[in-house]
């Protein structure tokens, strides 16, 4: 009798052990980001980036963030199966170009303005697509 109930006992506690495991794993495969959303937390960085340097006057930094932004926008754009996002971020990419020549020449004015335009077109991306219900 007490071999059956030191059995039971054991087969409860690995299920017990086996469903927390499990539960973990789910847990843990929720909060991982998918691909777009660790891309868009990229493009935040960099815009947080080259604001931060357009202002301390940083044009070296600002060209490097700008160009990376742009090559990103662009290969994203490539493969992206959706017309609208991929005329939008193909148009990032263009704004992001102009920006980066801008910082390359130091001209901060226009690279301000340009930074605006970037900043419109997430704006406008996020209208109308990712906040659209």
Known sequence: MKKMVYS??????????????????QAASETELRPMQKAMQARAAW??????NLDTMKYAEVKKDATDLAVQASTMAENNPNPLAKELTMKLSTQATALADAAGKKDGGTAKSKLAQVNATCGECHAKIRDKK
């Open 8 to 25: 039971l006992l054991a087969v409860g506690l690995l299920c017990v052990v086996g469903f927390a495991g499990v539960q973990r794993s």
């Open 47 to 52: 815009v947080k980036a080259i604001t931060a």
